[in-house]
Nanobody, 115 residues
Framework: VQLQASGGGLVQAGGSLRLSCAASGRTVATYGWFRQAPGKEREFVAFITWSGGSTDYGDSVKGRFAISRENAKNMVYLQINNIQPEDTAVYYC???????????WGQGTQVTVSS
């Protein structure tokens, strides 16, 4: 499975951003996003099933982030609303063979939020 994340950049606090992940290769059960801020451990952000029927979110992003999937285009998205400086991180797209597994990782996309 190959994963290509994009959409990161510099954004002002309070704004919105949508990250995209282009997936190719075998069918998987789960897609998701993780992030890693400077000097911090990698953090779970969101998961979605291949069908899009189930989602799960990390506690720190619930209510502001939304993960979605467009099967016809093999795309996964992460919509970030009311973005905050603490959301500054490298965001990674992941895929798994089982629900919430992380067997495949893409390269990261940097998100920087200015206050």
């Amino acid at each position: 499975v190959q994963l290509q994340a994009s959409g990161g950049g510099l954004v002002q606090a309070g704004g919105s951003l949508r990250l995209s992940c282009a997936a190719s290769g075998r069918t998987v059960a789960t897609y998701g996003w993780f992030r890693q801020a400077p000097g911090k451990e990698r953090e779970f952000v969101a998961f979605i099933t291949w069908s899009g029927g189930s989602t799960d979110y990390g506690d720190s992003v619930k209510g502001r982030f939304a993960i979605s999937r467009e099967n016809a285009k093999n795309m996964v998205y992460l919509q970030i609303n009311n973005i905050q400086p603490e959301d500054t991180a490298v965001y990674y797209c992941v895929a798994g063979l089982r629900w919430k597994s992380t067997d495949f990782w893409g390269q990261g996309t940097q998100v920087t939020v200015s206050s």
